[in-house]
């Protein structure tokens, strides 16, 4: 029996896989190739078949089903334009050109569907007067009965002299919708004032004719400016149109 570290063990009579005795009269066939044998046989075998043989086959293979039937055959359309001008585009390149050109030249006309109203020329009566003065500013009025200062509007406020008549006026009209915000007679009985809270402003008393008010109405009206510079010129301008009037207006 044999045991792990004795080296000799009895010779035991070969038995097979399922216990029976091996037969020891049969040995295994060994087949032995040597070098020169196995670089000399290919690893694939050659059958004989090739692409072009296929493509020789004809129609039996399937493979020249889309065959071109011969050396002159063409898709019909080869060669032409992908985007042509139509059945009916047998136009040259020069005439496509002009008929493009002459599209972009082209400019319909509508007739407004409601009819507009002519031009206008508004007059403002301004047209006849010399300007004296002119300046950006803000004009009030006193309210006596919430006894404060009410902003009568912004814009360039004009001391205007007719011509023929020789007479002088002070005139302010709001900025953009152009309503008269200040307008009334220069007279010599007029005496500007400046007002105590700013050094850029002067007030006084006038018969107003703006608003609309035809009529006419006794406010104490205030103007003030940006400068200081400014409103000791609209002083002097206007303390001057009194001179000229008591001199006769000239």
């Not at 399937?62 to 585009?89: C, E, I, P, R, Y």
């Not at 006894?147 to 001391?159: L, N």
């Not at 309503?179 to 005496?191: F, G, S, T």
Request: charged fraction near 30%.
């Amino acid at each position: 029996a044999f045991s792990f570290g004795n080296q000799s063990a009895t010779p035991s009579t070969n038995k097979g896989l399922f216990g029976g005795a091996a037969d020891s009269t049969t040995t295994p066939k060994t087949t032995t190739v040597t070098t020169a044998e196995a670089d000399s046989t290919p690893v694939f075998k050659d059958t004989g078949f090739s692409f072009a043989n296929l493509a020789n086959s004809g129609e039996k293979s399937g493979f020249n089903a889309f065959s071109t039937g011969g050396d002159g055959f063409q898709f019909a359309g080869s060669g032409s334009k992908l985007f042509s001008g139509g059945a009916g585009g047998g136009k040259e390149d020069g005439e496509e050109d002009e008929d493009e050109a002459g599209d972009d030249g082209h400019d319909p006309h509508f007739e407004p569907i409601v009819p507009l109203p002519e031009l206008v020329d508004v007059k403002t009566g301004e047209e006849d007067e010399e300007v004296v003065f002119k300046h950006r500013a803000k004009v009030y009025r006193y309210v006596t009965e919430t006894k404060e200062w009410k902003e009568r509007g912004v814009g360039d406020i004009k001391i205007l002299k007719h011509p023929t008549r020789g007479t002088f006026r002070v005139l302010l009209r709001r900025d953009q919708v152009h309503k008269v915000a200040c307008n009334h007679l220069i007279n010599v009985d007029m005496q500007l004032n400046p007002l105590a809270s700013s050094e850029t402003a002067w007030c006084w008393f006038a018969m107003d004719y703006s608003e609309g008010n035809e009529e006419g109405s006794l406010d104490q009206l205030a103007v003030r400016f940006k400068t200081k510079e400014t409103a000791i010129d609209f002083k002097e301008k206007f303390e001057g149109c009194q001179e000229q009037l008591r001199q006769g207006g000239g």
